[in-house]
């Protein structure tokens, strides 16, 4: 049962154009949704996080859009950079249990 | 500071042969979680400690696994026997007292082919 779904798979963009990954979940109990960001190699890392309390999250060139009523959240990343080419998973996790549930992921490619 | 670490960090093995993987997480942190990476199945919990015990084990795929965590700098992952499809790429991860953030740091990974 996949609790998180994400789109899409795969993602082109200009360098200074905006990335926008999206997310779905399942689960009204989710009370917790952060994004990492994994370069080749490398264990997933921390980008953003938003509780369902806001509508939105803003971290430098990065914002969460959140829509309780539709339980989905998205990732939107303004000014994208070379730099930013990575792949971004959307997270979830409930109150009481902190592991989370990670969506597929999308592998985003920023050509310069 | 030294963030979480992984033992070893490439792993090649196999059929049949016992696998440990080994993790220390960041000091002070309360939390450690096991993940598992492939193509096929994304990012998926194996298991999750807290305070060196075991909370959730659901994701544990079959009795061949089996983790420790043994003090609250040390945890192993053990695979035994282990089966071509458990090649993966193994994270652990730890996180401080539960708080707002919940932010899990991840290590760099162990890189498991069995043969």
């Known amino acids: 049962q996949q609790q998180v779904k994400q789109s899409p798979q795969s993602l082109i963009v200009q360098k200074g154009g905006i990335s926008i990954i999206n997310c779905a979940y399942e689960n009204t109990a989710f009370d917790y949704f952060p994004w990492y960001q994994q370069f080749p190699g490398k264990g997933p890392a921390l980008l953003i996080a938003?509780?369902?309390?806001?509508s939105e999250k803003k971290e430098g060139r990065f914002t969460i859009s959140f829509n309780k009523s539709a339980k989905q959240f998205s990732l939107h990343i303004m000014d994208s950079q070379p730099g930013d080419s990575a792949t971004y998973f959307c997270a979830a996790s409930k109150g009481g249990r902190r592991a989370l549930t990670f969506g597929s992921g999308t592998r985003l490619q920023v050509q310069p | 500071d030294a963030g979480v670490i992984q033992s070893p960090r490439h792993e090649v093995t196999e059929m049949g042969q016992e696998v440990t993987l080994r993790c220390k997480p960041i000091s002070g942190h309360n939390s450690l979680f096991w993940y598992r990476q492939t193509m096929m199945r994304g990012l998926e919990l194996l298991i999750y400690f807290n305070n060196n015990v075991p909370i959730d084990d659901s994701g544990m795929p079959e009795d061949r696994f089996s983790a420790k965590m043994p003090n609250a700098s040390f945890s192993t992952l053990k695979i035994q026997p282990s089966e071509p499809r458990d090649s993966a790429v193994y994270f652990c991860?730890?996180?401080?007292?539960?708080?707002?953030?919940?932010?899990?740091?991840f290590g760099p990974g162990t890189r498991l082919t069995v043969l």
């Open positions: 938003i509780r369902p309390d806001v």
């Open positions: 991860a730890s996180s401080p007292e539960p708080g707002y953030t919940d932010t899990q740091y």
